[in-house]
C-alpha cells in the first residue's frame, strides 16, 4: 500500500515536501518513484530511488528537487517551485530492474495529491 501525503500551494520559488508512506516490502526491495500528471498531460517521471538509495531525476526537477527515504517513507522535496510544477503527484513502486522515470515500469501506485505552485 502506497499513500501520499504534504501537497497543497505554494508560491513561485517556494517549497513543499511530499511524503508516501510504503509498507516494508516496497520501501526495502522495490525500485520506488514519484510521477506527475497535469490537467491535459501524459503522466512522467520526476524522480526514482532504487534499493540502494540511487536516485534518478527529469531534467526538469534537477537541481531543485530530492527524493530521499527515512523510516518508510518516501519523500520528494520540492524547492525553487515553478508554475510547471503543477500537477497531482504520485508514488509509485515497481521491480528493481530497470528502475527509473519510466511509467510502464511501476506497478503500485497511490492514489495521488495535489500541488499547486502560483506565479
Do not use: H
Not at 74 to 103: F, H, I, R, S, W
Amino acid at each position: 500500500r502506497l499513500e501520499e501525503s504534504g501537497g497543497g500551494s505554494a508560491q513561485a520559488g517556494g517549497s513543499l515536501r511530499l511524503s508516501c508512506a510504503a509498507s516494508g516490502q516496497y520501501y526495502n526491495d522495490y525500485c520506488m518513484g514519484w510521477f506527475r500528471q497535469a490537467p491535459g498531460k501524459e503522466r512522467e517521471g520526476v524522480a526514482s530511488s532504487d534499493s540502494d538509495d540511487r536516485p534518478t531525476y527529469a531534467d526538469s526537477v534537477k537541481g531543485r528537487f530530492a527524493i530521499f527515504k527515512d523510516n518508510g517513507t518516501l519523500y520528494l522535496q520540492m524547492n525553487e517551485m515553478k508554475p510547471e510544477d503543477t500537477a497531482m503527484y504520485y508514488c509509485a513502486a515497481g521491480p528493481e530492474v530497470g528502475c527509473g522515470l519510466g511509467v510502464p515500469l511501476y506497478t503500485y501506485w497511490g492514489r495521488g495529491t495535489q500541488v499547486t505552485v502560483s506565479s
